[in-house]
């Protein structure tokens, strides 16, 4: 799955993503990004390296003051 956005101005940006519990399966900050389209792969994977199940699942991403959330959904 792979999510694109834009970043207004530089920013540290902080990804994480979440199962239907509420438990954060990865959590990924991406430091010092410049203003711009920028792109983040998630493969699939927590933060242990395990494979995730297929889901639905919700990424909330932090980028300076802004957060947004969005469902993803993981089919295998």
């Known amino acids: 799955?792979?999510?694109?956005?834009?970043?207004?101005?530089?920013a540290a940006v902080?990804?994480?993503i979440h199962?239907?519990?509420?438990?954060?399966?990865?959590?990924?900050t991406l430091a010092?990004?410049?203003a711009g389209h920028h792109q983040w792969t998630?493969?699939?994977?927590?933060d242990g390296?395990?494979?995730?199940?297929?889901?639905?699942?919700?990424l909330h991403l932090v980028a300076g003051t802004w957060q947004g959330?969005?469902?993803l959904t993981l089919l295998k």
């Open 32 to 34: 010092g990004l410049p």
């Open 69 to 71: 959330q969005l469902k």
């Open 49 to 58: 390296g395990r494979r995730a199940a297929s889901g639905v699942y919700a």
């Open 42 to 46: 998630w493969d699939g994977r927590d």
């Open 1 to 10: 799955t792979t999510l694109s956005f834009d970043l207004p101005a530089p």
């Open 19 to 28: 199962d239907a519990r509420g438990r954060c399966l990865r959590r990924v």
């Open 14 to 16: 902080t990804l994480a």
